[in-house]
């Protein structure tokens, strides 16, 4: 593991836990927070979330929430506003990021 990503874990571990934010609409708006995750909720039908890729790289990743999406996350928030998403995200392409959310904090899976 390289310093930065080393760093980026440990920040995570003790900075706050993310919360979800929500937008109206189907769809995420171009700039998503680099902590956050968005929430896209259309005349009360959630259809996506939103984050940045939390090893740093930038990239924004969109996960489908709808039923019918196939693959498609489950999303639980708790009483605080802390996400947790259902299964694992794994980017296998880029930066092949491997993590759970869980009370919006960052999982990593071994490597």
């Known amino acids: ?24 609409g189907d769809s995420i708006p171009d700039q998503v927070p680099i902590r ?3 929430l896209a909720r259309e005349d009360d039908e959630d259809w996506c979330v939103a984050m940045r890729c939390p090893c740093g790289c930038g990239r924004k990743i969109e996960l489908l929430i709808i039923k019918e999406a196939e693959p498609r996350w489950d999303l639980h928030v708790d009483l605080k506003g802390r996400p947790t998403l ?7 392409d880029g ?3 491997h993590f759970w959310v869980r009370a919006g904090r960052v999982r990593w899976c071994p490597e």
């Open 86 to 92: 259902k299964p694992s995200v794994w980017l296998r």
């Open 1 to 24: 593991m390289n310093a930065k990503k080393l760093l980026l874990r440990v920040f995570d571990f003790i900075a706050p836990p993310r919360v979800l934010k929500v937008v109206e």
């Open 95 to 97: 930066c092949g990021s």
């Open 36 to 38: 956050n995750l968005v």
